[in-house]
């Protein structure tokens, strides 16, 4: 009976025939040609050691079974070394490698690969294997296929489907020609990823930054440790760690350049739009302890004698809402916070009405040398979610987020 699934470990050192019934000789690896096709076996190889890797193409197989492969073409050519860049050898860069299980958002080391037998002849790979089936499969590689089927019989299956793993590849220009992407990766929610980006090599974590668009990249790297963060864009290019570090909000940005190198963190910064180089200039003359270091410098005030119209539109034309964005301050005419108002209460307020006539609560602003233990202190009095601090002359410098205290804690 035709098999419907095969599995890496009985490919390896399966019998290849000619036309004429007679061995060739044994398979020592597969590869894939993943810009042609990203799950389909494109070529096999045989020999190695003393000898030269000979291979031949898919559409030279007449029949694949667990009896071996039979040829309808027996033409060998020399498997070029040059051709490593382009394809994907499953022996060699996939088992017992680490990859990303997107679906499980976890690391995984592979140990097997199960194959789908379309039409008798081609090999597509379905799922990685990362179980006790394929321990077992790899500790009797050797004994008879069909009774190390019947041995694992009885156990789960613990796979990944092919689709939903991303391989890790540190080299830029083979991830390109490779048609590896991070696609799934971004579709992870950004504190998943950043779980499995501490878990990956020094190598294998700047690939994964690199290789994602910015946006994405800032994402994840704010929900990285610190001394992790400063290490991957100490790693990158000044100009590529420059364009991440500016989508990240600037208290962000000021805290990861704070941990790197100085000379690092100048070079980085020389890259940066003059902007968002000056906010986070600014922040990083405070001490990271101090609320003027933990404060952010993205959030929404409108004037006290603002209309809850006035203030709608001042949110609307933000770029993009910041975290604080759900407290709107109120500052009188010297930039000073008297007061703040909860977005929400002001969608259900007269669109006419003046702010500080609303039922609103008191600003209760710190200095930007206040001590973070003090911070933490008043937004467990009062149950906070952000805190303005004001500069040496009492104006509006900032605010703090209750995520921005909560990480403190964690890292105390």
Do not use: C
């Not at 996939?94 to 199960?114: E, F, N, P, S």
């Not at 321990?135 to 069909?146: C, D, K, N, S, T």
């Amino acid at each position: 009976m035709a098999e419907t699934h095969l599995y890496l470990t009985e490919l390896v050192g399966m019998v290849v025939f000619d036309l004429r019934g007679r061995r060739v000789g044994r398979i020592q690896d597969a590869a894939l040609v993943p810009m042609a096709d990203s799950a389909r076996v494109d070529q096999y190889l045989i020999g190695g050691g003393g000898w030269s890797w000979m291979a031949f193409r898919h559409y030279q197989v007449k029949s694949v079974s667990l009896r071996g492969i039979e040829l309808g073409d027996e033409t060998l050519t020399p498997y070029h070394a040059d051709a490593d860049g382009y394809t994907l050898r499953l022996v060699r860069d996939l088992l017992d490698q680490q990859i990303i299980d997107a679906q499980g958002r976890k690391v995984v080391r592979v140990t097997d690969v199960t194959f789908h037998v379309r039409d008798g002849r081609e090999l597509h790979v379905m799922e990685v294997d990362i179980g006790l089936r394929s321990v077992i499969r790899r500790l009797l590689q050797g004994i008879p296929p069909r009774w190390v089927r019947k041995l694992q019989g009885p156990i789960s299956v613990n796979s990944i489907p092919w689709t939903l793993t991303n391989i890790l590849e540190p080299d830029p220009q083979r991830r390109l020609r490779l048609n590896i992407t991070t696609k799934l990766l971004e579709q992870m929610h950004p504190a998943d990823l950043a779980d499995i980006v501490e878990e990956l090599s020094p190598d294998n974590r700047e690939a994964i930054i690199e290789a994602m668009d910015s946006e994405h990249a800032a994402e994840t790297l704010a929900e990285v440790e610190p001394e992790i963060q400063a290490s991957i864009l100490e790693s990158l290019e000044a100009e590529r760690a420059a364009e991440i570090l500016e989508e990240m909000p600037a208290d962000a940005a000021a805290d990861v350049l704070a941990e790197m190198e100085e000379a690092a963190s100048a070079e980085i910064m020389q890259e940066m739009a003059a902007e968002d180089k000056t906010e986070v200039a600014e922040l990083l003359e405070f001490a990271e302890d101090t609320a003027g270091g933990m404060m952010t410098t993205e959030y929404l005030s409108v004037p006290e004698t603002a209309t809850v119209t006035g203030a709608l539109a001042a949110m609307r034309e933000l770029d993009y809402l910041p975290e604080a964005a759900n407290s709107v301050f109120l500052v009188d005419s010297s930039g000073r916070p008297t007061a703040w108002i909860p977005a929400a209460r002001m969608l259900l307020a007269d669109p006419n009405a003046i702010l500080r006539d609303l039922p609103i609560e008191e600003a209760r602003p710190v200095s930007v040398d206040t001590p973070e233990r003090r911070v933490t202190e008043l937004f467990d009095k009062y149950n906070l979610l952000a805190l303005p601090v004001a500069d040496s002359d009492g104006a509006m410098a900032g605010v703090i987020t209750a995520s921005r205290v909560i990480a403190g804690l964690r890292r105390r």
